[in-house]
């Protein structure tokens, strides 16, 4: 559920930032691996067919259509550091949680 707040946090702040008129209640959470670009995406899904005004212009949305909000992208490590290499960049150290699935880099330049 934390995620879910946290991806229609966008729909609450375009109604304050830009007198969005979004129904949160209206889009659902959705996120899953995009295997062929290597990323999770999360999305929020419109559940009925509804129109939405901000910034002057109308937004019509379909029911299922999404708003891609967010694109995580994952990388094993010697990718990642290759990557930063590529950039300017040379891994200095790394941490990684118990079962390797998730790292913390520290990059100095080079």
């Known amino acids: 559920g934390i995620t879910a707040a946290f991806n229609k946090n966008v729909l609450i702040r375009a109604n304050k930032e830009l007198n969005a008129n979004f129904v949160i209640d209206f889009f659902d959470h959705k996120a899953y691996w995009n295997e062929s670009a290597g990323r999770i995406e999360m999305h929020l899904i419109s559940l009925q ?62």
Not at 60 to 73: A, L, M, Q, V
């Open 49 to 110: 067919k509804q129109t939405v005004s901000f910034s002057g212009k109308e937004f019509f949305f379909e029911k299922g259509e999404t708003i891609h909000t967010e694109s995580s992208y994952k990388y094993m490590l010697d990718d990642f550091k290759n990557m930063a290499l590529k950039a300017g960049w040379n891994c200095k150290t790394t941490w990684l949680d118990t079962n390797k699935y998730f790292s913390v880099n520290y990059l100095d330049s080079i």
